[in-house]
């Protein structure tokens, strides 16, 4: 009568030991007969306790090594502090693999995006300036992303990077809007599944930056001032006495400053809200210009690129303002030239409206942003910053 096969581990003692070992439990698992050999009775049966308990739980068609148990207790004890399971961690773990086995490396996707626009621009279905502001954005991302995978790119990371360069908001939002194509590229090609430049994971950010305003102490405006190139001058006096918008300044031509008036007229083209515009030279920035004012023509400094042919350089401006900055030892925060000028001219004069009207904003904006940032006694020394040494406490009557 043959033998029958045991639903469970049987202890049996041999007399042909195993090296040592006289006590071996027996069964099968998955129809397959196995035995493990042990030096005594007690940790053969308890072998076989532990072997048959994890049949009756699971069957005799799927168990598990002592090695395999081992590593799941272990990966168990530490998911545990996270709020984690097992299968968790499993399931995420093969979803990443499907996406990192399907995606490619940042700098594969730049290649077939910079390839899809000069499609794009040999068809008329973008300008060429279109092409080189995306080709600007993607040479920023290269930089940091190039060896990631493209579906492993995280929001907090686009966010982090974006963050990280000190660009104004202006900057910040033109490479996010060309970030956001990029990955809709992305999408398209199959790279990765979705977008990580949405709205919403930089709306609780900007929402804390739109409330912060950075400016300049008195101080530090001069420590600037002194330490600017030359040709940047009058680039810095719209900004910080004029407070004209950057954007709005880099436009600028010679002859909308009307020097024997005292005045700034910014005409609408050139200004943010397209309104029509003027801002009053208070006596130091009148002084800081004097020996710069032309006729007409910009007042950026020239290009080295065009240097024969004189043309206006916005990035040699920003550039010799990065530097000016470096060189007096100061931080330069977003739009610190307006909300410097903003904060300062509202304490001085103490009048809402008219710095309303001279910053080209809402009276609520001013109340909202600038009141009682500096005080009175800060905004004179700050209206008192000169090309040489004045007397303390100089009226600027122009502006009043």
Request: hydrophobic residues 40%; aromatic residues 10%.
């Amino acid at each position: 009568m043959p033998r029958r096969r045991p639903l469970f581990y049987e202890v049996r003692h041999s007399d042909t030991p195993c090296g040592k070992n006289h006590w071996r439990i027996v069964g099968f698992e998955n129809g397959k007969r196995k035995q493990f050999w042990f030096p005594t009775k007690a940790d053969a049966q308890a072998g076989a306790d532990e072997k048959n308990a994890e049949i009756a739980a699971h069957g005799s068609q799927f168990t598990l090594t002592f090695e395999e148990r081992t590593q799941a207790r272990i990966a168990i004890d530490r998911l545990a502090p996270l709020g984690k399971t097992l299968a968790e961690a499993v399931s995420y773990y093969i979803n990443h693999l499907a996406k990192t086995t399907a995606s490619v490396p940042f700098a594969t996707l730049a290649q077939h995006v910079r390839s899809e626009f000069k499609r794009r621009l040999g068809e008329n279905e973008v300008s060429a300036r279109h092409l080189h502001t995306m080709s600007d954005t993607l040479s920023q991302m290269e930089r940091v992303f190039g060896d990631r995978v493209v579906s492993t790119i995280t929001p907090q990371e686009i966010r982090s990077w974006l963050l990280s360069n000190g660009w104004a908001t202006k900057t910040k939002n033109r490479h996010r809007g060309y970030a956001k194509q990029i990955f809709n590229l992305a999408i398209d090609a199959k790279y990765c599944s979705e977008n990580p430049v949405t709205f919403e994971a930089f709306r609780k950010r900007e929402t804390e930056e739109s409330s912060t305003i950075g400016i300049l102490s008195a101080a530090d405006t001069e420590k600037l001032f002194r330490a600017a190139d030359p040709e940047i001058i009058p680039y810095l006096v719209f900004l910080f006495f004029c407070g004209i918008r950057r954007a709005t300044v880099e436009k600028l031509d010679w002859k909308d400053v009307q020097f024997e008036n005292k005045q700034v007229v910014v005409p609408p083209y050139k200004g943010k809200n397209q309104t029509r515009y003027r801002v009053l030279l208070a006596p130091n920035a009148i002084e800081w210009l004097r020996l710069h004012v032309k006729p007409s023509g910009s007042i950026l400094p020239p290009s080295k690129a065009y240097i024969n042919f004189g043309g206006p350089s916005r990035d040699g401006a920003r550039d010799k303002l990065r530097a000016a900055a470096k060189a007096a030892g100061i931080t330069l925060p977003d739009n610190a030239g307006r909300h410097t000028f903003t904060s300062m001219r509202v304490a001085f004069y103490e009048s809402i409206d008219k710095t309303a009207l001279e910053a080209n904003t809402s009276a609520d904006i001013i109340k909202k942003n600038y009141l009682d940032i500096v005080t009175k006694t800060e905004a004179e020394r700050y209206w008192n910053i000169y090309p040489v040494a004045q007397p303390t406490n100089v009226v600027p009557t122009a502006a009043a």
